[in-house]
């Protein structure tokens, strides 16, 4: 029978299912003080899936806040190239951050996850992912031009990896392919702690004429409240609360529905068909629907505006008919927008959804009332304050300390672990690493992105970092790069989420473009489990910190806890995605050598910094002692070269996983074109070490004088190590490679595991 | 010379192909699916992308859109029509060329720079190229794969029809690593890479796609 709020008030001590809707006890208390009465089964089913974990951010939250005290501007140069200061057009708290990038453009990009339902069902969770973050970016206004995806993997010999990484990658490509987005860039990571709990998280780009900003508001009084786009089924029925918020524990409840299933020849629709709404200027507001479907929506939506909104749910197109007002509000049914318009624009609404052939309903009007009041049928099944369900869920201050083990980890350092000591097992030691799977070739998996559609793609995979043209006149662009070595971080969540942070900056400034703003995804373990709580916490100062030091700020981003089998919990993982500015992407510098001859540096200094390493994890299994040293000051030193060397420099990589010797070994293979390294007193700390704060450029003879004074004058240490030619990477007095022996090693990886 | 690109609902690469129209020295006209109307366009050229999805047999759909009647009927009176992709699958499921694309053979999506070598120069997309050109081209698809009876590949072969194969490894099972082909007449084509992802060296795998945009004008001209 329905529950009403007749009902409600009339059978006030019912027996509700609040537990096993993952509510505590003190949260469904706190629901029946917030209403004066006890909750229908809608009102329940709203409260407990925006109050869990994943949409209210209850563990993270306080956490998060400090983000906030990091000022809300970025560094974007004036037009005549004198340093600036750009606006944020919308930051924190928004469907994601929207930068001011120049000549009226904006840009707004986001990264989220979408682990647990990847690890159910690899395909469908992957390209949901995608579906979700890209709506996000279209509910600003603005057009998705790219995506990225960061994921990470259980070990490339386990046999759970190869169901679950070819669904992802299929998913991630099905899904983006499909819209005509070009997959520029990402990261595949493979360590034992993701097997169980792999990571996917999807960014997405998108670009706006500043005037084109919208937000998520119901405003005026009276104005219709639209839902279009694919109808409400089944799918991912409490999706959100129970799959991104409990972990997978075999003894514990089967709480396993089913995953949202994802349509992007619908989404394609939506984009287009919500782009010409918004040039129509028909729309006051707008809301994507993803994890928690209406109920966010409708709350959000209300919250943010006016405060009040009327919504006849019976009006909502069914896939099922047969689905109760609770299962309406909590579906999360993928491709669905609703969008706030004034009662005389609701026929233009109607015609351009029907030229895009995208189902449309005006649902309910905006009120001011200040509640949400949704009926069934004529009967009231909801009637709450908006914001008691949007904002203003539970806070907990979780209890974290600092593990009982971090002492002793730090302690364990690589120091006395055996080193190649001759120029063959360097060699050896070049090439296992070069085939190792964090270091392999990853075509096997962006052969399967395009990357091409749209055509402005300047920068993909491999590049350090994807860039996409803006405009075509002027060459305006972005550059995005995204990062994190989860081993750092475990070391050391503080210097680990910095140097996640330190590496993403570094990518994106490679290519010639200027760092403005940062956007997170942080996956970690259980937020009850106290160390990793900590580790989050740190984690949280670490960026904190950082980006105050960077001047950068943090325009929003996305945490995802519970990443852990039973006691395990994975790598603490930080994702940081850095986003950059281009003034003229036909200038950008490439990523790799391009002519024979040229002048090989290495920009900033290498330490012996083995800890945490590829070759420590690759060769001797370890993990432990102190990351490499953060120092953000010479990161931007660093950075501001390469974007002065525009033109300067023929190539710049950075340095990070695998050191030295895997950027020679990728900046000769991309092109065929060689590369001799003059000997070094530690050919081995040389090669291998991960000390941050470097790169690797090259520049045309006769113009080493010029690098070498430009790197003087901003305090960057360059040293000449080498020459490119011939066709091979060759270590004087050490070793060389051919580099067909060298290649097959390298990309024969991912293909032998998984399969040509 | 006006070239005509059509929109269908899903069409991914149509902003692309109008630039490369562009770049090719002439006027891109935008063409909607749902409409009985060339606009007067010299040529007409059907995009990438996944029209309808290709929930169904790619392009099985967009066949039956209006626009088609309209592209079939001035195919037969010899207007170029040039199908990329999921265009080149309209046209096999229009029946304005022979045979089929299924599934690639090893079951995944690819995009990579595909090498390619132009076979037939008589065409008006390919008369700007020498004839056993090797050009690099992007290819991307998830069902690229060429399929036809035997008696239909023999006829392609001996009759000159087969537009570009693919060089250095069949990256998708097509049969007798045929990557486009032509009709009877010769005014339409079907190309399964992408010459429109190679117009401009700064985005694309280098400009040897550019010849597809700057052929017809010479042929009809001439």
Redesign the interface.
Known sequence: MLDTVGLAEKDPDREQPWAELGLKADEYARIKEILGRRPTSSELAMYSVMWSEHCSYKSSKVHLKQFAEIPQETPLANADGTAGVGKMLAGIGENAGVVDIGQGYAVTFKIESHNHPSYVEPYQGAATGVGGIVRDILAMGARPVAVMDPLRFGPLSEPDTHRVLPGIV?GV??YG????LPNIGGEAVFDASYLGNPLVNALCVGVLRHEDLHLAKATGSGNQVVLYGARTGGDGIGGVSVLASETFDETGPAKRPSVQVG????E??LIECTLELFAAGIVTGIQDLGGAGLSCATSELASAGDGGMHVELDRVPLRDSSLAPEEILMSESQERMMAVVEPEDVDALMAICAK??VEAVVVGEVTDTGRLEIDWHGERVVDVPPRSVAHDGPTYHRPFERPDWQDALQADTAAGLQRPTNGDELRDTVLRLVASENLCDKSWI?????????????LAQPSDSGMI?VDEETGLGVSVATDCNGRFAKLDPYAGAQLALAEAYRNVATGGASPLAVSDCLNFGSPEDPAVMWQFAEACRGLKDGCLELGIPVTGGNVSLYNQTGATAILPTPVVAVLGVVED??RRTPSAFGAEGEAVYQLGDTRDELDGSEWVHVVHGHLGGLPPRVDLMAERALATLLHDGVGLLTSAHDLSEGGLAQALAESALRHGVGVTVGPSDDSFVQLFSESAARCLVTVRPGEEGALEAMAGALGVSARRIGTTGGDAFTVEGAFSIPLDELRAAWTSTLPNALG? | MRVGVVTFPGSLDDEDARRAVRIGGHEAVALWHGDHDLQGVDAVILPGGFSYGDYLRCGAISRFAPVMTEVVAAAGRGMPVLGICNGFQILCESHLLPGALIRNDHRKFVCKDQKLRIENTRTPWTSAYDEGAEVTIVLKNGEGGYVADADTLDRLEGEGRVLARYLDGNPNGSMRDIAGITNERGNVVGLMPHPEHAVEALTGAGTDGLGFFQSFGAAIAG
Not at chain 1, 177 to 180: A, S
Not at chain 1, 263 to 266: R, V, Y
């Open positions: 299929a490509g099905g392919n499909c819209l005509g349509d992007p020849f619908m394609k629709l895009w052939d962006t052969d399967q992105y395009d990357r091409y559609v749209r055509g402005d793609t300047v043209r992407v036909r040509a």
